[in-house]
C-alpha cells in the first residue's frame, strides 16, 4: 500500500461534530476571544443532514449562550401549548392529568424544534463569528503526540476500495491539530468510545444505558393539526417486552413528529423495534391523526439514558467529550439537547482560561467539574433513578415511585440514594428460546410501512465502492453464535434493514450487510450480543440527508 | 484558452421530491441541495482540460439564489480558478428559466470571452434540456450536445455524442459550446485541503441588472403531480411462479 502523507492545519481547537455540543463550543470560544482559531467537522453532508432528536426544546442552554436569540432569527418559535400524557391500552386510553406529574416533567416555557434547523442556525452564527466548518468531512481517526496526548484528528480521507486500497481518486484527507479536541459526535461517537477505552474513562462509573428512537415527519390534515401540542405515550404495543413510548409534536405547517424510543436493554431477541413503531401508528388514537396525512421523512438514532450514574470521565490529555458522547440526556424529560449547549459552553470556557494560561493537550477538569457539579449535574441528579427504577419495577409502578422521588428530589434529598443500572444493553439480550416469536401485522402502506420503503425517505446513501464502514471484529459470531442463540437480533434491531441473513437450502445461512442504508443510529454497535459489531465512519456526505429533523 | 462553466445549485438527487400542498412545484424547503451533477462532469472536463494544458482558467457561474455561492464554493474546491454568482432571487421555489440563464450566460460570455463554454445537458430538477442550445443560438457558436467524449485540437473540437441506440462522433469548430452527459468521466472529490483554499479565490457577486436582463418568468406551470405509488410487491417461490406471474401480468 502506499504511504500516506497528509498536510497539517494547526487550529487552537479541533471540534469533532456539528450538533449542538459541538457548535455551541464553537460559539463560545469565538465569543470569548475573536482569535481563537477553531475548526468544526461534521460527516453529515450539511450541517443537520444527520440530527435527529424530537424535539422539544427546554431554551435554557440557547438562553445562556446567545440571550438574544429570538432578535438572531433562531427557527425556535412554536412555544409548547398543550401537553398530554397517555398511557395507552390497545383499544382505548387512560390520560394522566397533567398535576400528578412532577414539575420538571412539565413542558411550560419550552419549544417544539427541529433540532437539524437549529443547527443549521448554530452553525450560521458561529461562521459569522469565524468559525471554519466543514460539513461533508468524517473524522476517521484520532492523532496522538508522542506523550500519548491527543494532539489532532483526520479527516477527509476518500476514496478508498472496499479492500481497503486506495482508488485512483483517493484524497488522503488532513491532519487538523488543535491545543484541545473536542468531541461532540453525539450518542456512541465512534471516536469517543475509543477514548473512552484507551483512558478507561467509564472506570467508576455504571455502563452507558440506550433507546432506540425512530421518528417520521408527517404532514397531517390541517383540521387535525393543533400547532403546539405534545402528546407522549406509554404502555401499548410494547407492554412488557420492553419499555419505551411516543412523542407525537404539533410543529408549523400542519407538520407532525411521530416518534418511538424503544430502551435497549430488552431481554427478548425476537423483538423488532422499527416494527412496533409500526404497530404503534395503529393505535385509533394515532391512526385518527394520521389518517389522509402523507409521511415525509423517516430516520433513527440512539438516545443515551443511563443519566447521571452512567457518565464517565469526561476529559483526558487534550480530549474533551461533549454532549450526549458523555451521555446527558434526562430521561424522564426526554431532553438532551439543553445540556449538550451547556456542556458545549463549558468546555469552550474551560478551554479558553486553559490557553489563556499557555496550557494545551492536558485534561480540562474545570470542564468535567462545571458539567457534575453546575447546571448539567443538578438537572441530570434529580432524575437519576427513574431508568433503574423503569428497569426494575416496569412501567405503572416506577412513574408511581420514580414519580415521588422526582417530587422529592426537586426539594433536593432523595429517598433512594441513587440506584445501579447493572448490565450493558447488549448483555441484556436473553437466549431466543426462552422468549416467544412476536407476529408483527403487514404494513398496510398508508399509515405503517416497511422498513426499505421508510429508509428510502431518510435519503440516505453510501458511497458504494468503499470500504463497509460496519465492521465485524469476528466475521464469523453473526452466523456460529448470534443466528442460532439468538435468532439473528441484528436482523430486527436495525432501523434501516442493513442486516440480512441470508439462509438458502443446501448452503450455509450468510449474513449480508448493506452498508449503503445505514442512517448512523449507532444501534447495532450498542446491542449486537458480543459487541462484534463496530460502527466506524464512512466517507464524509454519506449517510441520511435528513429535512427539518 | 478560458472555459466558462455554469453549474446550478438543485434538489440533491438522494431526495425524494414532494409535489407542494397547492401542485404549484416541488417543495423545496428544508430540503438538501447539491450541484447539478451534469455539472460536476463539466467541471471536472473543465479541470482535465486545464491539467491537459489546454486551458488556462477556469470560470464559473451560477444564477440563481444566494446560497447558490456553495455550490460555486465546490466547484472552486474541485479545481475551478474563479467564480461569478448571479444574485436573480431570493426565492428558493423560483426557478430561472433556461432563457434567461442564457441571455446572462451570453452577457458573461461577450464580458469573459472565453474558447469553450462546458454545460450540464440538463439540470435533474427541470430536466429542461435547453440552456446550452439556447446560449449557443444566441451567442452564434457551434454546440454539441450530449457529449460523452471531448478532445480539443486547434480550432476543431471533435465530440462523441450519446444518440439513440448508439454513439455519433461530430466535429465542431471553436468557440463552442459543449453539453456534456454522464459517461463522459467520474468527478473528484473536493479535498478538505482544497476546501479551505477555496475560500481564499475571487466569487464576484452581480445581479441580472448588471447584464441587462429581465428574468420574469414567461411559462406558468399549470400542474405538477407526483407519479404515482407503486403497487407493493410480492415474493415468488420459484423460477416457474415467477413466469406464470409475468405471463399473468401480460409481461411475457
Ligand atoms: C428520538 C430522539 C428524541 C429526542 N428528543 C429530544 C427532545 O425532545 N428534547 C431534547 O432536548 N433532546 C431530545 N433528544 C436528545 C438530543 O437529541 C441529544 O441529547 C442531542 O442530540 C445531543 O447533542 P450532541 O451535540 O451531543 O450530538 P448530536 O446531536 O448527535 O450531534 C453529533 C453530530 O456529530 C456528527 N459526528 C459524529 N461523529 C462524527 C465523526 N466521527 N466525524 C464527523 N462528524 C461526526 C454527527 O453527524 C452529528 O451531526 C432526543 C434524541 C432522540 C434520538
Ligand atoms: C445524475 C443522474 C442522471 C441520470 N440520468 C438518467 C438518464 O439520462 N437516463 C435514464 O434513464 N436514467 C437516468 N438517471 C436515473 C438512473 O440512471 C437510475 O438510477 C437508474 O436508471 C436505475 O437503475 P438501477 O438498477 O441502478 O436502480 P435501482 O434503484 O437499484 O433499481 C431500480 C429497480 O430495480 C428494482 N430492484 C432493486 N433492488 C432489487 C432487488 N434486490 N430485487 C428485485 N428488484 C430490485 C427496484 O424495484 C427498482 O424498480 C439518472 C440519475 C442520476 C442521479
Ligand atoms: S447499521 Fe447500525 S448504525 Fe446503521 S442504521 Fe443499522 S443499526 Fe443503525
Request: glycine letters at 10%; proline letters at 5%.
Amino acid at each position: 500500500m502506499k504511504q500516506v502523507s497528509r498536510e497539517t492545519m494547526e487550529y487552537d481547537v479541533v471540534i469533532v461534530g456539528a450538533g449542538p455540543a459541538g457548535l455551541a463550543a464553537a460559539i463560545r470560544l469565538k465569543q470569548l476571544d475573536a482569535d481563537c482559531q477553531v475548526v468544526v467537522l461534521e460527516k453529515g453532508s450539511e450541517v443537520g443532514a444527520h440530527i435527529l432528536s424530537g424535539a422539544v426544546l427546554d431554551p435554557c442552554g440557547l438562553d445562556t449562550l446567545i440571550p438574544d436569540w429570538k432578535d438572531k432569527g433562531a427557527p425556535v418559535t412554536v412555544a409548547v401549548k398543550e401537553d398530554n400524557f397517555y398511557m395507552l391500552g390497545e383499544a382505548g386510553q387512560v390520560r394522566i392529568p397533567n398535576f400528578p406529574m412532577p414539575p420538571l416533567m412539565s413542558n411550560h416555557g419550552n419549544y417544539i424544534v427541529s433540532m437539524g434547523n437549529v443547527c443549521r442556525w448554530m452553525a450560521e452564527q458561529a461562521e459569522g463569528l469565524g468559525v471554519d466548518i466543514f460539513p461533508g468531512m468524517s473524522v476517521s481517526e484520532l492523532v496522538y503526540a508522542e506523550d500519548g496526548s491527543v494532539k489532532g484528528v483526520v479527516a477527509g480521507e476518500f476514496g478508498k476500495n472496499p479492500d481497503g486500497s486506495q482508488s485512483e481518486a483517493y484524497e488522503p484527507g488532513m491532519e487538523l491539530h488543535g491545543k484541545y479536541v473536542f468531541l461532540g459526535e453525539g450518542v456512541r461517537g465512534s471516536l469517543a468510545q475509543q477514548v473512552i477505552s484507551k483512558f478507561d474513562l467509564s472506570k467508576g462509573h455504571e455502563p452507558q444505558k440506550y433507546g432506540l428512537g425512530m421518528k417520521e415527519i408527517w404532514e397531517i390534515d390541517p383540521a387535525k393539526h393543533v400547532e403546539g401540542r405534545v402528546t407522549h405515550t406509554m404502555g401499548w404495543p410494547l407492554g412488557k417486552n420492553a419499555g419505551g413510548g411516543s412523542f407525537i409534536y404539533h410543529l408549523e405547517n400542519n407538520q407532525v413528529y411521530v416518534g418511538f424510543v424503544v430502551h435497549l436493554n430488552y431481554k427478548n431477541p425476537h423483538l423488532f423495534p422499527y416494527m412496533e413503531f409500526q404497530r404503534f401508528k395503529h393505535h385509533p388514537m394515532v391512526a385518527d391523526l394520521l389518517e389522509g396525512g402523507k409521511r415525509v421523512a423517516y430516520g433513527a438514532r440512539a438516545i443515551s439514558e443511563g443519566g447521571y450514574q452512567s457518565m464517565p470521565k469526561m476529559v483526558a490529555p487534550g480530549v474533551a467529550l461533549l454532549g450526549c458522547s458523555v451521555g446527558m440526556v434526562n430521561v424522564p424529560r426526554i431532553k438532551g439537547n439543553h445540556n449538550a449547549i451547556l456542556s458545549g459552553k463549558a468546555a469552550a470556557e474551560a478551554a479558553f482560561a486553559a490557553i489563556q494560561a499557555g496550557r494545551s493537550g492536558d485534561e480540562l477538569s474545570e470542564y468535567e467539574a462545571e458539567v457534575r457539579n453546575g447546571a448539567i449535574g443538578k438537572d441530570l441528579k434529580t432524575v437519576r433513578n427513574v431508568k433503574p427504577l423503569w428497569s426494575k419495577y416496569g412501567l405503572v409502578a416506577s412513574l408511581v415511585v420514580g414519580g415521588l422521588d422526582m417530587w422529592t428530589n426537586t426539594f433536593g434529598v432523595s429517598l433512594m440514594g441513587t440506584l445501579k443500572h447493572g448490565k450493558t444493553d447488549a448483555a441484556a439480550t436473553e437466549i431466543a428460546d426462552r422468549h416467544k416469536v412476536i407476529e408483527y401485522p403487514k404494513p398496510d402502506g398508508k399509515l405503517s410501512f416497511d422498513r426499505l420503503t421508510n429508509v428510502a425517505f431518510s435519503f440516505t446513501n453510501h458511497e458504494e465502492n468503499q470500504p463497509a464502514h460496519l465492521t465485524l471484529k469476528d466475521v464469523s459470531e453473526p452466523v456460529k453464535i448470534n443466528l442460532p442463540k439468538f435468532g439473528g437480533p441484528a436482523a430486527r434491531y436495525c432501523p434501516a434493514g442493513v442486516y440480512e441473513f441470508v439462509e438458502e437450502e443446501g448452503k450455509a445461512p450468510r449474513f449480508i450487510i448493506n452498508f449503503q442504508n445505514c442512517v448512523h443510529c449507532k444501534t447495532c454497535d450498542i446491542k449486537d450480543p458480543g459487541q462484534n459489531i463496530v460502527w466506524t465512519t464512512p466517507q464524509g456526505g454519506d449517510g441520511p440527508n435528513y429535512p427539518n429533523m | 484558452m478560458k472555459v466558462l462553466v455554469p453549474v446550478k445549485r438543485v434538489i440533491d438527487y438522494n431526495v425524494k421530491v414532494r409535489v407542494k400542498a397547492d401542485g404549484s412545484g416541488v417543495d423545496l424547503a428544508n430540503v438538501k441541495m447539491s450541484m447539478n451533477p451534469f455539472d460536476e462532469i463539466s467541471v471536472e472536463q473543465a479541470i482535465r482540460l486545464k491539467e491537459a494544458g489546454q486551458v488556462d482558467e477556469i470560470v464559473v457561474v451560477s444564477i440563481g439564489v444566494k446560497q447558490a455561492q456553495e455550490t460555486l464554493r465546490t466547484a472552486l474546491a474541485m479545481g475551478a480558478d474563479r467564480a461569478i454568482l448571479v444574485v436573480a432571487t431570493d426565492d428558493l421555489h423560483n426557478d430561472i428559466e433556461p432563457l434567461a440563464v442564457a441571455k446572462i450566460l451570453k452577457a458573461i460570455v461577450d464580458e469573459e470571452k472565453p474558447g469553450l463554454v462546458l454545460t450540464g445537458k440538463q439540470a435533474i430538477d427541470n430536466d429542461m434540456n435547453a440552456t446550452g442550445q439556447m446560449l449557443s443560438a444566441l451567442l452564434g457558436w457551434s454546440q454539441a450536445t450530449f457529449a460523452s467524449e471531448v478532445e480539443i485540437a486547434g480550432d476543431k473540437a471533435k465530440v462523441s455524442r450519446e444518440v439513440d441506440g448508439g454513439m455519433q462522433t461530430i466535429e465542431v469548430t471553436m468557440p463552442t459550446v459543449i453539453t456534456v452527459d454522464l459517461r463522459l468521466n467520474e468527478p473528484r472529490y473536493a479535498s478538505l485541503p482544497n476546501i479551505m483554499k477555496a475560500k481564499k479565490k475571487q466569487m464576484d457577486e452581480k445581479t441580472p441588472a448588471n447584464y441587462g436582463v429581465d428574468v420574469t418568468n414567461r411559462l406558468e406551470i399549470v400542474k405538477t403531480v407526483e407519479p404515482a405509488e407503486r403497487a407493493a410487491g410480492i415474493k415468488v417461490a420459484s423460477v416457474d411462479e415467477l413466469v406464470a406471474k409475468l405471463k399473468e401480468a401480460g409481461a411475457v
